[in-house]
């Protein structure tokens, strides 16, 4: 492509609106535009970026043996009913009506019409295995979109199905998934790592997730200082390792604590350690109240308290609701004399003559043990902390940030059964179809790989996915000799099948390679006063080595490389 009349533009300056590196450089390099929160158009010299991740995606999915199709983005919301998911999806699902006041939701995800379309071919046993995929946009209405492409509103998905008749069968299907994806993201040059996550609305035998490892992100990766062990920090386990206290049980007491209502300060109050006290937390879990009790100084995993109650939704109780279960000001809630359910971690349960609120205003109660109130449930409710016991070799644990490029779930059965998937087997009985399901978001691939490829002059695209593989620059518009050795060596390039961007505009040398750099182009080929000897300059964008070059071993060299 020719930048003198193409649309083609950068940016400067840092864009004001944008919380991370790669929102940041895409915006100015010209390759996206916010249009409103975590909508983005996706511009020229991003689009070809975006069609290389596609592209790569794609043809690994062939490979596998999956067949592509696509779905509607417009769905009936009974479909998401039946399945028993409308709800779970709640408010992050874009909902509207049609002319005749029917109900429809923009596609959040599309298991349910994947089951739909299976029908049409999965009558017998024999009709099985066979997996398909589509490249679509997906559309959630989430509650903070952030980080650029990273989290947003819509956004394109591959989002493949497989069909088994058993969960042997899902095993392969599964691990052909797998590979694939490992082909994709190593094509990507990403650096990533698979670790175990939690089902979530999609519910399953398992789930894991492709975590590109990047300085931001919204997931923890888990991993251990010994092994390989690697979660996300959402399922993690907090290892039970604790001893239970021989300490004498004591009575409680009441103590009068003014002004003091954090942890902190009530360790300050009575000079001891926050590991001393047990917290309680008051949630709405699916509209109902629940006490959690944890250690001082751990907080609370929700999705392993959603998980343990097989709940829905989980949000902190407001001021009036806590101070209506616990008849104190907020700061003073306690296990002993609330007025909800108590659900305990199961490291409390080990501890004596602990400290905890009173439900009392400027009060709380001293050697309380678990004889002295009531729990429902006790199980591993607590976030893990990094330096906590590794669950695999009991080394310690570290903490990465992640971004999850891709997911695979082990479905089973789950949505055959809501949706009536069925075969018949061999012994002519009605069975429900064995399901996988596996998606990767593109845009969040070419975010991350601008999260982990860049440098202080922008970004440092990889050559499988970068726009153009080679720029051209003119360094005098003016100067006939060096235009027409351009323009050749363009033509004789592109003829050998180079994606080559020629900047033949009418503006300083210096702000062309800026922009060059900028935009992450892999080679640049400067075309200057060098030329009168038939030499031009070749510059690695990664490593900033500069060579001189003739143009015969310019394209001898690009014919290596690319």
Request: aromatic fraction near 8%.
């Amino acid at each position: 492509m020719k930048l003198k009349n193409s649309f083609f533009y950068t940016m400067r300056e840092d864009a004001k609106d944008e919380d991370s590196r790669s929102g940041n450089l895409l915006v100015r390099a010209g390759m996206i535009k916010k249009t409103s929160s975590g909508i983005y158009m996706i511009m020229p010299m991003g689009k070809r970026v975006l069609s290389k991740v596609e592209n790569i995606v794609r043809e690994e999915m062939d490979k596998s043996g999956a067949q592509e199709l696509l779905m509607p983005a417009l769905i009936l919301e009974d479909v998401y009913e039946k399945s028993g998911r409308r709800e779970a999806f709640g408010s992050n699902m874009f909902a509207l009506k049609d002319r005749y006041q029917k109900n429809y939701v923009l596609g959040p995800t599309h298991e349910e019409l994947f089951a739909v379309a299976a029908m049409m071919k999965g009558r017998s046993y024999k009709d099985f295995p066979y997996n398909l995929y589509q490249i679509q946009t997906k559309y959630r209405d989430e509650t903070r979109p952030r980080y650029g492409l990273i989290r947003v509103r819509e956004f394109i998905m591959k989002d493949a199905y497989s069909f088994d008749v058993d969960l042997e069968g899902l095993d392969v299907s599964y691990q052909k998934m797998y590979r694939a994806y490992c082909n994709s993201f190593d094509r990507m040059d990403l650096n990533y790592k698979i670790v175990k996550a939690d089902t979530g609305a999609m519910g399953g035998l398992l789930s894991e997730e492709f975590q590109a490892i990047t300085n931001i992100g919204e997931d923890i990766v888990v991993g251990c200082e010994n092994c390989d062990f690697s979660s996300n920090l959402e399922i993690t386990e907090v290892v039970d390792t604790a001893n239970d206290a021989t300490d004498e049980m004591l009575p409680y007491e009441m103590v009068e604590t003014p002004n003091a209502r954090t942890i902190e300060e009530v360790a300050s109050f009575f000079e001891r350690k926050v590991t001393d006290f047990v917290k309680t937390l008051v949630y709405r879990v699916d509209g109902k109240t629940v006490a959690f009790l944890l250690r001082g100084d751990r907080e609370l995993n929700e999705t392993k308290a959603l998980k343990l109650l097989g709940a829905n939704e989980l949000e902190l109780a407001d001021f009036a609701e806590v101070e209506r279960v616990t008849h104190a000001r907020v700061g003073f809630a306690g296990p002993i004399g609330i007025d909800c359910p108590v659900i305990m971690d199961r490291e409390v349960s080990h501890m004596r003559n602990f400290i905890v609120g009173a439900n009392k205003s400027d009060h709380h109660y001293v050697n309380v043990n678990l004889r002295d109130f009531t729990v429902e449930k006790i199980a591993d409710i607590a976030q893990v902390h990094e330096g906590d016991c590794c669950p695999k070799c009991g080394g310690k644990l570290k903490f990465e940030h992640g971004i999850e490029v891709g997911n695979l779930f082990k479905l089973g059965t789950k949505y055959a059964t809501t949706m009536g998937l069925q075969y018949l087997d061999k012994n002519n009985k009605l069975q429900p179809v064995v399901m996988g399901s596996y998606g990767i978001g593109l845009e969040r691939c070419m975010a991350a790989i601008v999260e982990q490829h860049n440098d202080e002059h922008g970004i440092v695209w990889p050559l499988s996915v970068a726009p153009y593989a080679v720029c051209i620059v003119i360094v005098s518009m003016k100067d006939e000799q060096q235009k027409t050795a351009a323009y050749q060596l363009y033509d004789e390039l592109t003829a050998m099948g180079v994606e080559v961007l020629l900047d033949d505009r009418d503006e300083r040398v210096g702000v062309k390679f800026k922009d060059m750099e900028l935009i992450g182009i892999p080679y640049r080929i400067t075309v200057g006063r060098g030329i009168v000897d038939g030499k031009v300059e070749f510059v690695d964008r990664k490593t900033q080595n500069k060579q001189e070059f003739s143009l015969d071993e310019c394209k001898e060299m690009l014919e290596k490389l690319i």
